[in-house]
Nanobody
Framework: VQLQAFGGGLVQAGGFLRLSCAASGRTLSRYAMGWFRQAPGKEREFVAGISVSGGSTSYGDSVKGRFTISRDNAKNTLYLQMNSLKAEDAAVYYC??????????????????WGQGTQVTVSS
């Protein structure tokens, strides 16, 4: 499956962005999905994950209560609504698909397919 993330940009602290991840090649409904981010000089960090059905989600501690992951399997698209953005949220955001459909993976190695990333910049 090929993934393409988009929707990043420059936003002021306290603002919001909505990232999208479009899939092609295979239907997203076969995969658990996730968002990760990576800031310069830092390791790739788990942001949010969602089960195949969308019934289960998981979030990194730093984004709980501010970010919401969702999916529309009919549109083959994954979303990440990011509210109350902070300077420390600035990073390249990646969407990913996991062939482990029975739960919500949270680790990089549990994901099999990755999008190219979209830059999120937060000005303070």
């Amino acid at each position: 499956v090929q993934l393409q993330a988009f929707g990043g940009g420059l936003v002021q602290a306290g603002g919001f962005l909505r990232l999208s991840c479009a899939a092609s090649g295979r239907t997203l409904s076969r995969y658990a999905m996730g968002w990760f981010r990576q800031a310069p000089g830092k390791e790739r960090e788990f942001v949010a994950g969602i089960s195949v059905s969308g019934g289960s989600t998981s979030y990194g501690d730093s984004v709980k209560g501010r970010f919401t992951i969702s999916r529309d399997n009919a549109k083959n698209t994954l979303y990440l609504q990011m509210n109350s953005l902070k300077a420390e949220d600035a990073a390249v955001y990646y969407c990913a698909a996991s062939g482990r459909p029975l739960y919500v993976p949270t680790r990089v190695y549990e994901y099999d397919y990755w999008g190219q990333g979209t830059q999120v910049t937060v000005s303070s």
